[in-house]
């Protein structure tokens, strides 16, 4: 059995690979078996989660990937998250490999991102803001060049620092970027809006999204973490990742609760828009907000896609 560690994992996921692997999935939703994933409380004082997620395809692939969540690790400079992810034959259950689940989860977010903004976003993105600047923020841009031409990449953080570094590395990449001082203005500015945190409190209000922008709110995944205000996801159109969302993401369920959310509020999941279900978008004005909380689907798919180019780099090696 082989592990592939984080480097090996982030040089053999190529970002148009990942999203076409995904919008292939995604398009033929009973391709894979995907159980509810589970959710452990680990210790209310650090507020942190377990999650184990498990699916697989007949035939193919099983996998599981156990994740946890230390919000608070970003206090001493560590990822909030820590995962490795196990694949194996579907055929006879034998592992082949374990791969560094955190950067498998960054970039499969990441490229689900991108994957639902194909189909929401507007034509042209003159300015794309990133709130948020770990990990699965600084995957972001790599996966909507897949999709979209974006002119400006913005950051805000509330570490500026954090921002700074990552437009520095933005920047390395050849892209255009800079840091957002002021959020609400950036909020204001953009025509894409990526929320990657952790919150617990608003980041994105609807007074200040500007008729026809797209707003993924990516990062948060319990029903503690809030990342935009109700006020936003009871007016935009609507679109979940995965009906899970309902249950799972503070976004939705906070509204649900309040009664001023339906269920059948909801325009569409990822499956509708690749399937083409749902068009996606359907005028320049229209404000869409994409609400994802994650999938062990995009995990199996990202893992399959790691291991088949490690499988063909170790050949080239071999045959040379």
């Known amino acids: 059995m082989q592990f592939i560690d984080a480097a090996t994992v982030r040089s053999l996921l190529e970002p148009t690979a990942l999203v076409e692997g995904l919008r292939a999935a995604f398009a033929e939703p009973g391709s894979a078996v995907v159980p509810e994933r589970a959710h452990h409380r680990i210790d209310d004082d650090l507020d942190a989660t377990l999650l184990v997620m498990p699916a697989w395809q007949r035939g ?123 959020l609400r203005e950036g909020v204001r500015r953009a025509d894409v809006i990526t929320a990657a945190t952790s919150a617990t409190s608003p980041l994105v209000l609807a007074e200040d999204v500007t008729p026809g922008t797209h707003v993924d709110l990516i990062g948060a995944f319990t029903p503690a973490m809030v990342e935009a205000d109700p006020a936003l996801v009871t007016t935009a159109s609507l679109f979940v990742d995965v009906p899970e969302a309902l249950h799972e993401a503070g976004d939705l369920t906070g509204p649900l609760r309040d009664g001023t959310l339906q269920q059948s509020d909801v325009r569409a999941t990822l499956a509708d828009l690749c399937t083409g279900a749902h068009p996606g978008r359907e005028s320049t004005e229209e404000v869409t907000v994409f609400k994802s909380v994650g999938t062990a689907l995009e995990d199996l798919v990202a893992a399959g896609l790691v291991w088949d180019a490690h499988r063909a780099a170790v050949r080239g090696e071999t045959d040379e």
Do not use: M
């Open 60 to 182: 193919r692939w099983l996998g599981v990937k156990v994740v946890g969540h230390f919000p608070h690790n970003r206090e001493q400079g560590l990822p909030g998250l820590y995962g490795s992810y196990l694949l194996g034959s579907a055929s006879t259950g034998q592992p082949v490999a374990v791969l560094d689940g955190t950067e498998l989860t960054r970039w499969r977010t990441a490229a689900a991102s991108a994957l639902a903004a194909d189909s929401l976003a507007p034509r042209e993105v003159r300015e794309h803001l990133l709130i948020g600047a770990g990990n699965v923020a600084a995957a972001v841009p790599a996966c909507y060049a897949t999709v979209r031409e974006v002119g400006l990449t913005r950051v805000w953080s509330r570490t500026p620092a954090g921002a700074a570094d990552l437009v520095d590395r933005l920047r390395a990449d050849g892209l255009d970027a800079e840091v957002a001082t002021d």
